[in-house]
């Protein structure tokens, strides 16, 4: 899934940002406690703005 959301927004097709915190978000609103993801350093990064 990562790679799949990477390639669609280098190509322009989704907003990175966006589409990032929807898919980590789904995670939550699924049950889980907590997450392992490559999202992480981009996340955290905006998650600081």
Known sequence: EYAMLK????????DH??????SL???KRAGADGVLTYF????????QK
């Open 17 to 22: 940002d966006a589409v990032m915190l929807e």
């Open 7 to 14: 390639a669609a927004a280098q190509n322009g097709w989704l």
């Open 40 to 47: 992480a350093r981009d996340a955290a990064r905006l998650l």
């Open 25 to 27: 978000l789904a995670f």
